[in-house]
C-alpha cells in the first residue's frame, strides 16, 4: 500500500504531550490538567501547516511518507508555548526603576514619583518608529527561540491616539504567520497630560481611541488595567462595554495588587480572561469558576516586584476555574520572554506541577486568547505549532531553570532555523 505524503514528521519522542486529553472543547481545569495526554516514542505528521496524524513513530512511520523528519529520540515535544499576556511593543527598557526596588523602592511608590507606565510613554513618544519595530522584533524572535509560537501583544505605552495606533501597527509588522494577537491597552495609565482631567481620558479612550482601532482592525480586543491607582470599575466597565459595542473582545488585568472586584467584573462582562488576580477573593474565584472566562496567572511580575502574594492558584484549580501562564513580558515589573522560566517560578511560586504549568501554557494560554480551537493541543486539523525540548521528560523543563531547552521550534508547519533559533541534532 503507497504511503500518504506529508511535508513533516516529527518522530521518536520519548515523551510527547498532546494536551488533548479531557474535554473535547475549551480548557482544562482541575484534575484534567494533571493528565493532559501522554504518549511514548510519539510522532506527529504535518500537511500543509496543520497536523496530519498523531501516534505512535512505528503506525505513523508505516502510513507517512514525509519530505522532512525531525528526530526526537530522547526528547520532549509538547505544542508551542501560547503567551496570552505581553507587552512586547515598548521601546525603551526601565532597568534604572529595576535598581531602585532593589534598594526598596515599590512599584506603586515609583509610579507616583512619574515612574512606570508613565515614563515608557514619554520615552515610548521620543522614540523613532524604527527604533521601536526594531525592539518589538528582537524580542519576538527572542520569545519564538524559547518555543513562544503564538503571543499576545499589548498596546499601552503610548498612551495618546497616535501612539496607541503606531504601538498596534508594529505588532501587526512583528506578526509572521498569523501568530501575533493584537490587544488595545490605551487604558494601561492616565498619561501625565490628563492627570488632572481623569474622566477626560476616559473619554478619549472611548470616543476617540477606540472607534480608530476598531476602524482598521489594528486589535482583537481590549484591556483595561482595573486598579486602585490607575482604573476604577465603573471607567472599566465603561471602557470595556465600548469596546464590545465595536466588536472586540475583553480582557481584563484585574485584582492585581489590591482586590477592586475585577475578577467578579470580568465575568460580568464575558472577558476572556482575567489576568493577575493576586489579590483576587473568594467571591472572584467563585465566579470565575462558574464561567467561561480564563484566568491568566503571571508568577513573574510577583517574583520580579519582589512581591510576598502569588496568585492562589492551587484554590483556583480545586474550585475549577480554568487557570493558564503567561509571562507578561514588559520593560517594568516582568522583563522575561521565556515561558520556560515562567512555568519553573510557577511551579515554585504558586505551587503547580510540571504538567499543569505547561498545560496552563498551552491548552489554557490558547483559550485565553481566544484560539482554543486552533491553538495549544497536538491533534489532527489543530495548526502544527511544536517545539522540541532537550530534556528527557517534561518536569525537567520547569526543573532545570535558566536556560533555554528549545532545540527546534516548528511554527505553521515551518520548521524554525538559521538566525531564529540554534541548528541542533533535533532540527536535522
Known amino acids: 500500500m503507497a504511503k500518504e505524503p506529508c511535508d513533516l514528521l516529527v518522530r521518536s519522542a520519548a515523551e510527547l504531550l498532546t494536551m488533548d486529553a479531557g474535554p ?16 511514548a516514542d510519539g510522532a506527529i505528521a504535518v500537511t500543509g501547516g496543520r497536523i496530519a496524524a498523531v501516534g505512535r513513530t512505528a503506525d505513523l512511520r508505516d502510513r507517512f511518507a514525509p519530505r522532512e523528519e525531525i528526530d ?13 499576556h505581553t507587552h512586547l511593543v515598548f521601546g525603551r527598557t526601565r532597568e534604572d526603576e529595576f535598581e531602585m526596588r ?11 514619583a512619574g515612574g512606570g507606565i508613565r515614563a515608557s510613554a514619554r520615552r515610548f513618544r521620543a522614540l523613532s518608529r524604527d ?24 498596546s499601552g505605552y503610548g498612551l495618546s491616539t497616535e501612539s496607541e495606533v503606531l504601538s498596534l501597527e508594529i505588532a501587526r509588522e512583528i506578526d509572521a504567520d498569523g501568530d501575533v494577537v493584537p490587544t488595545f491597552l490605551g487604558a494601561h495609565e492616565v498619561p501625565d497630560e490628563w492627570r488632572h482631567d481623569r474622566a477626560g481620558y476616559v473619554r478619549l479612550v472611548i470616543d476617540e481611541m477606540l472607534p480608530r482601532v476598531a476602524a482598521r482592525g489594528l486589535a482583537r480586543f481590549c484591556d483595561v488595567f ?3 491607582h490607575v482604573f ?22 484585574a485584582d492585581e495588587l489590591a482586590g477592586t472586584g475585577g475578577a467578579e467584573l470580568a465575568v460580568e462582562l464575558g472577558a476572556v480572561s482575567a489576568d493577575h488576580l493576586m489579590a483576587v477573593s473568594d467571591a472572584g474565584i467563585a465566579a470565575l469558576a462558574g464561567s467561561e472566562t480564563v484566568a491568566v496567572l503571571l508568577p513573574g511580575t510577583s517574583f520580579f516586584l519582589g512581591m510576598k502574594r502569588f496568585a492562589p492558584a492551587r484554590r483556583m484549580i480545586e474550585a475549577g476555574v480554568a487557570v493558564a501562564l503567561a509571562t507578561d513580558c514588559n520593560p517594568g515589573s516582568s522583563y522575561t520572554e521565556s515561558p520556560q522560566q515562567v512555568a519553573t517560578l510557577a511551579c515554585v511560586g504558586l505551587g503547580l506541577r510540571p504538567v499543569e504549568a505547561l498545560a496552563a501554557f498551552t491548552r489554557n494560554a490558547a483559550c485565553a486568547v481566544g484560539l482554543g480551537h486552533d491553538r495549544g493541543r497536538l491533534a489532527p486539523g489543530y495548526r502544527a505549532d511544536l517545539v522540541v525540548l532537550d530534556v528527557p521528560n517534561h518536569r ?19 520548521t524554525v532555523r538559521g538566525p531564529d533559533l540554534p541548528d541542533r541534532r533535533a532540527c536535522g
Open 72 to 84: 526526537a529520540t530522547g526528547r520532549v515535544v509538547m505544542p508551542g508555548f501560547v503567551d496570552p
Open 396 to 414: 525537567h523543563v520547569a526543573y532545570h531553570h535558566g536556560v533555554n531547552h528549545a532545540s527546534c521550534v516548528v511554527r505553521n508547519g515551518g
Open 102 to 112: 532593589c534598594l526598596g523602592m515599590s512599584y506603586e511608590e515609583i509610579a507616583a
Open 226 to 228: 482595573c486598579e486602585a
Open 232 to 253: 476604577t470599575p465603573d471607567e472599566t466597565r465603561a471602557i470595556s462595554l465600548a469596546a464590545k459595542r465595536l466588536g472586540l473582545g475583553v480582557k481584563l488585568h
Open 131 to 154: 527604533a521601536i519595530l526594531s525592539q518589538a522584533r528582537a524580542l519576538r524572535a527572542s520569545a519564538l527561540r524559547h518555543g513562544s509560537t503564538t503571543v499576545e501583544v499589548k
Open 24 to 39: 473535547a472543547a475549551g480548557p482544562l481545569r482541575g484534575e484534567a490538567l494533571r493528565e493532559p495526554g501522554m504518549l
